[in-house]
């Protein structure tokens, strides 16, 4: 069982950065692959980037690529997303997953509870 709490949303103006964390109880965390998603109003849940259990992979998606990026601590159970650049596009909110290494939400069966991005313009 694994049980995640997301963090770090905020309001931030457009070319602005945040950092999201998202922390992680249960034994299984760092054996699990994570990804973050996220989900527009009115648009179904998205995937944002991936990390493999041990880090040695990451992948993105093409609309986030070079200005995100992913990485874990397994030592603290956590895993990060860097956003850079933010755009008003970004706004959403963003949901981190426990699971195998996918692009897929049905890949993950873990969920958070989200936390909102909004990005203004």
């Known amino acids: 069982q694994v049980q995640l709490v997301e963090s770090g949303g905020g309001l931030v103006q457009a070319g602005g950065s945040l950092r999201l964390s998202c922390a992680a109880s249960g034994r299984t965390f760092s054996t699990r692959a994570m990804g973050w998603f996220r989900q527009a109003p009115g648009k179904e849940r998205e995937f944002v980037a991936g990390?493999?259990?041990?880090?040695?992979?990451?992948y993105y998606a093409g609309s986030v690529k070079g200005r995100f990026t992913v990485s874990r601590d397994n030592a603290k159970n956590t895993v990060y997303l860097q956003m850079n650049s933010l755009k008003p596009e970004d706004t959403a909110v963003y949901y981190c997953?426990?699971?195998?290494?996918?692009?897929?939400?049905?890949?993950?069966?873990?969920w958070g509870q989200g936390t909102q991005v909004t990005v203004s313009s």
């Open positions: 990390i493999s259990w041990s880090a040695d992979s990451k």
């Open positions: 997953a426990a699971g195998s290494a996918s692009r897929i939400t049905q890949n993950y069966d873990y």
